[in-house]
């Protein structure tokens, strides 16, 4: 019993997890094919799964910080933002990943079935990658309007 276990324990959990989410992929390719789902429940996945994978690598909660910032701070003295753009950011980059992959896949099955509208699924993919790619640099812009008004206020307070 004892070798049983121990061979167990040697499969990693990467390889489970990935073997279950291709399973849950299939399924649900296999049961989406015919409507317009797909793209919108692999988004949502993919939000789910890139918040779950940013929230594991924290130490502390970073939804605890930020409501105890949005209870109480009233003054603004706080900031948040970085935080609050890295969590607003995991998801919108899964939720993206998955939507456009949930989109070639329509795609894919449009050009096996020969269906008129594919090229719309193509474009729908390309628009999805240029969201994420517009959110990250609006996100870096507002990060760099933030470093920025934070060091015009440190110098005005080391002046004064």
């Not at 167990?8 to 990935?18: C, K």
């Not at 699924?121 to 959110?135: C, P, Q, R």
């Amino acid at each position: 019993m004892g070798f049983i276990k121990q061979k167990t324990m040697r499969v990693s959990p990467y390889l489970i997890y990935l073997a279950s989410s291709f399973f849950i992929l299939f399924v649900v390719i296999k049961e989406t094919t015919n409507s317009d789902l797909l793209p919108a429940l692999l988004g949502s996945c993919g939000g789910v799964f890139t918040l779950w994978r940013f929230l594991k690598g924290l130490d502390e909660d970073p939804f605890k910080e930020l409501f105890v910032c949005l209870k109480d701070d009233y003054g603004f003295e706080k900031y948040t933002f970085p935080k609050m753009a890295s969590i607003f950011y995991s998801i919108a980059q899964g939720a993206c990943l998955g939507s456009s992959l949930g989109f070639s896949i329509d795609w894919i099955h449009s050009l096996v079935n020969q269906r008129p509208y594919a090229n719309s699924y193509l474009g729908s993919i390309f628009f999805s990658l240029l969201t994420l790619v517009f959110t990250r640099v609006l996100l870096e812009l507002c990060s760099s309007f933030l470093k920025s008004t934070i060091s015009i206020k440190k110098s005005s307070l080391d002046q004064g």
